[in-house]
Nanobody
């Protein structure tokens, strides 16, 4: 059974940092691409960052220079390091393995001004 379990998130002031984790079971990140998405209230879910099976990463322009996605194969976990957070980053964040259409449970990130 494929499962993605997220941790991290919370409430932080603008300019602060948070790290989200997504631990996998039943699937190996070293052979599967993974993504981080977010969904703000009243908005559609949007892609934030992605990592390929060989470890190449990409982030969307709105978070470039602030967010980094990386992976720990020994822990079978992907991370989203978020720095210089802004109120506009407030959303529920989800990790995803697109090939298996599997999603994490979601993690609330709230950035106060």
């Amino acid at each position: 059974q494929v499962q993605l379990v997220q941790s991290g998130g919370g409430v932080v002031q603008a300019g602060g940092s948070l790290r989200l984790s997504c631990a996998a079971s039943g699937v190996h990140f070293r052979i599967n691409a993974a993504n981080w998405y977010r969904q703000a209230p009243g908005k559609e879910r949007e892609l934030v960052a992605s990592i390929s099976s060989i470890g190449m990463t990409n982030v969307v322009d709105s978070v470039k220079g602030r967010f980094t996605m990386f992976r720990d194969d020994a822990k079978n976990t992907v991370y989203l390091q978020m720095n210089s957070l802004k109120p506009g980053d407030t959303a529920v964040y989800y990790c995803n393995v697109p090939l298996l259409s599997t999603w994490g449970q979601g993690t609330q990130v709230t950035v106060s001004s």
